[in-house]
């Protein structure tokens, strides 16, 4: 599925957000790494502020379901169905206002900010030249339809 964001633009398909970890690509959006404008900024804000609330919930999962966080010794066709499980678990849990152990909830925290230290592995830093037309487009709109104040 692409969308159309300006016209006369190429459409734009559905996207993975992600951190600098990863490569450009037309469907897995990363920030600017040096912002030369203001709708490179608002992009790389925007990007991080969506990514942050997909992190937050990852953050509350895993705290919850602590096998997350390890290498699953299953049979390969299980993980799947165990996965979901926790997902199913996690937001009846979520729902019904189940508290997750504080403990355990500060130390997937502290995982996770480890995690976004670590430097780029090399084989993930590609850009191609498509992803970057997409991030072009997206910048683009934002300079065009968001308010700054």
């Known amino acids: 599925m692409h969308r159309?964001?300006?016209?006369?633009?190429?459409?734009?398909?559905?996207?993975?957000?992600a951190d600098p970890a990863f490569p450009l690509l037309p469907h897995c959006m990363k920030e600017?790494?040096?912002?030369?404008?203001?709708?490179?900024?608002?992009?790389?804000?925007m990007l991080r502020?969506?990514?942050?609330?997909?992190?937050?919930?990852?953050?509350?999962?895993?705290?919850r379901w602590q096998i997350l966080t390890r290498c699953l010794n299953f049979n390969?066709?299980?993980?799947?169905?165990?996965?979901?499980?926790?997902?199913?678990?996690?937001?009846?849990?979520?729902i019904n206002d189940v508290g997750i152990d504080e403990i355990a909830e500060e130390s997937i925290q502290q995982?996770?900010?480890?995690?976004?230290?670590?430097?780029?592995?090399?084989?993930?830093s590609i850009t191609t030249a498509q992803?970057?037309?997409t991030r072009e487009i997206i910048t683009d709109y934002f300079k065009d339809y968001m308010v700054t104040e």
Not at 4 to 17: F, H, N, S
């Open 4 to 17: 159309t964001l300006l016209p006369g633009r190429d459409k734009v398909p559905l996207l993975l957000l």
């Open 32 to 45: 600017y790494s040096t912002c030369y404008d203001n709708g490179q900024v608002m992009f790389n804000t």
């Open 49 to 63: 502020a969506a990514r942050n609330q997909i992190e937050c919930a990852f953050g509350r999962l895993k705290a």
């Open 76 to 94: 390969l066709d299980d993980i799947p169905v165990i996965v979901y499980a926790c997902f199913v678990l996690h937001n009846y849990c979520e």
């Open 111 to 124: 995982t996770s900010a480890d995690e976004s230290q670590r430097s780029a592995d090399r084989r993930y």
């Open 131 to 133: 992803g970057v037309k």
